[in-house]
């Protein structure tokens, strides 16, 4: 059993599903079935999808991984919540435009990828 790595898993598909329907509904209403158009907020919105899909896997894996090998509860929480704030604060901060937003979500992203590479090693 991995519960903190299936919690954030059970997080993580929600939030694609969130953000893909957000895609979808931007493609009804400005009538794109493929690609972006000139719709600045569809493209905002699929960067938002994709850059969520590029990133969540690999921290999963790690994650998983980490508490595999019976890492430290606060590593684990640490991993979980620097990948999820991290996402969360992207996606938004993309969505928006704000790199003001959108430049921490990628710090924590990276530290969340780079906790998970460590616990790997120091257990």
Do not use: K
Request: net charge positive; aromatic share 4%.
């Amino acid at each position: 059993m991995l519960p903190v790595t299936s919690a954030v898993a059970a997080l993580a598909a929600v939030a694609l599903v969130l953000l893909s329907v957000r895609v979808s509904l931007r493609r009804m209403a400005v009538g794109t079935r493929i690609g972006t158009g000139d719709d600045e907020t569809l493209l905002r919105r699929i960067r938002a999808q994709g850059n969520f899909i590029e990133y969540v896997p690999l921290g999963l894996i790690l994650l998983g991984l980490a508490e595999s090998a019976r890492a430290a509860q606060p590593w684990l929480w640490t991993i979980a919540g620097l990948l999820v704030a991290g996402r969360c604060l992207h996606a938004v901060g993309i969505s928006l435009g704000r790199s003001s937003i959108r430049a921490p979500g990628m710090i924590a992203t990276y530290l969340a990828l780079l906790a998970g590479a460590a616990a790997q090693f120091l257990g």
